[in-house]
Structures are given as C-alpha cells and as structure tokens.
Nanobody, 126 residues
Framework: VQLQASGGGSVQAGGSLRLSCAAS????????VGWFRQAWGKKRAGVAW????????AYVDSVKGRFAISRDNDQDIVYLDMNDLKLEDTAVHYC????????????????????WGQGTLVTVSS
C-alpha cells in the first residue's frame, strides 16, 4: 500500500492550499484517514481526521475553523483544504491510513496508522 500526498507549496499568511491524498494498493474510502504534520524540530502531530464512511470528522484545536477534511469517494481521494494559513502551519504534511481518531491526540505505537504518504511541504511566509 502506498499513499501519495500532494498539493503543498509556498503561500503568504492568510492564503489557502488544498492537499490531496491518494492510495495505490488499497481503497481509501474503506479506511479512516488522517492528516498529520511535522514542523522542523517538532514531533509529528495530528491535524485532521475523517472516518469511513465520511460521517465523522475531527480537527485539532489549532486548525478548527480554518481547515476542512473531506473525501471524494468516486476519485478515492481525501482532501485537506487549508484556509487562513498562519506561519505556524509551516510543516511537512502527511496523510496516513488506516487512522483511528485517537491518533489526533497522540501518535503512539498503538494509534499510529500502518501506512503513511511521503509528505508534502507547506511553507507559509509573512
């Protein structure tokens, strides 16, 4: 199973980006999917999660009201729409599955998804 995260880039504060997560060797629509990020010198942390089927979502407090996670089940892609980006959103962003909602609180051996994408860099400048 391989996950492919894409859509990162460089934006100014207040800008927007859409990240995409696609899979080969698995069907994403069958799994809970999480977006995570890792800033320089910090641990990888959860950002947003979506259940399978897409009837539940969860966000960490720092992105609530700014980010939105969604699925396109026809395309089998999970999106993360990031709005009003802030300097502190600068990080490598990863998608991962199957992802339990508990991974949004902390990534441990028991909560860590089995499969991770390669990461896509989001850089927010002032």
């Amino acid at each position: 199973v391989q996950l492919q995260a894409s859509g990162g880039g460089s934006v100014q504060a207040g800008g927007s980006l859409r990240l995409s997560c696609a899979a080969s060797g698995a069907t994403l629509r069958d799994y809970g999917v999480g977006w995570f990020r890792q800033a320089w010198g910090k641990k990888r942390a959860g950002v947003a999660w979506i259940s399978a089927p897409a009837d539940a979502v969860a966000y960490v407090d720092s992105v609530k009201g700014r980010f939105a996670i969604s699925r396109d089940n026809d395309q089998d892609i999970v999106y993360l729409d990031m709005n009003d980006l802030k300097l502190e959103d600068t990080a490598v962003h990863y998608c991962a599955a199957p992802c339990p909602p508990e991974a949004m609180v902390v990534v441990t051996e028991s909560t860590s998804p089995d499969f991770w994408g390669q990461g896509t860099l989001v850089t927010v400048s002032s």
